[in-house]
């Protein structure tokens, strides 16, 4: 499955509060009907204050093709949609958000675990991972599959784990994108941390020794990561 994740920061002047009423009253009903779209979800921050983005908005598409007709190529911020529900939603965006200022990623996902079935509702740590200096993009991805992504899978409370693989590397503004779902608030922040606490220091063995292994491969300080609680609006699947 291929999906476009855009990390959303308000406009100048607008409240938290105001952007998530916009959001979720006004924006929500024209995206998750983008032509193309099999399923859209979002991630609120559970802790507003600390979180270094507002929101962030998922939508999936079966195939590459129609993911770029409805939301642009990795290296076309200012698209031009032709389908009329993906322009209407485009026109949208301005009313809200602050479009310099919003990170965005189009990548393949895999899923490595899922014990639980959906994740509505569940809590989730997204980490926009950004490679060491000196290190290829395919040696990154290497040592994320290979070394890291097993550890992680396993780290206690885990109940969902998936990777986002860009697919055009050369223009995405990550290298990758880690999911780590858990069930209650309190599991994730014991294994990762909170919003407040990047340089965290875990006490459960595997967490620990997948919070060591990230300084093998990852540029820490350039990683952003949002903790929120996702919601599913739409899914075809």
């Known amino acids: 499955m291929y999906k476009h994740i855009a990390l959303l920061v308000r406009q100048e002047g607008m409240s938290h509060e105001e952007f998530v009423d916009y959001w979720q009253n006004n924006h929500t009903p024209i995206a998750k009907d983008i032509e193309g779209v099999v399923r859209y ?15 962030i908005a998922e939508l999936y598409f079966e195939t590459l093709d129609e993911l770029h007709e409805a939301l642009g190529s ?13 322009t ?8 809200f958000l602050a479009i310099e200022q919003r990170p965005r990623f189009i990548g393949e996902e895999k899923v490595w ?14 980490a926009f991972l950004v490679r060491q200096e000196g290190m290829s993009h395919e040696e990154f991805r290497d ?5 890291h992504s097993p550890l992680a899978k396993d780290i206690e409370g885990v109940v969902r784990y998936h990777t986002v693989y860009p697919t055009d590397p050369e223009h995405a503004e990550f290298d990758g994108v880690a999911e780590l779902y858990f069930e209650t608030l309190e599991d994730l922040h014991e294994a990762l941390g909170s919003e407040g606490s990047r340089d965290y220091d875990p006490t459960k063995e595997v967490a620990a020794k997948a919070r060591e292994d990230v300084n093998n491969f990852l540029a820490v300080e350039e990683r952003p990561r949002l903790i929120g609680q996702e919601q599913v609006v739409k899914s075809e699947e």
Not at 113 to 126: C, I, N, P, V
Not at 143 to 147: D, K, L, M, R, T
């Open 41 to 55: 979800q979002q991630v609120l921050p559970t802790e507003p204050e600390h979180a270094e983005f507002d929101g």
């Open 74 to 86: 990795p290296g076309s911020r200012d698209y031009d949609p032709t389908k009329e529900v993906a």
């Open 88 to 95: 209407e939603a485009r026109e949208d965006v301005n009313n």
């Open 113 to 126: 675990k899922e014990e639980a079935d959906s994740t509505d509702g569940l809590y989730k740590h997204s």
């Open 143 to 147: 040592y994320w599959e290979s070394n």
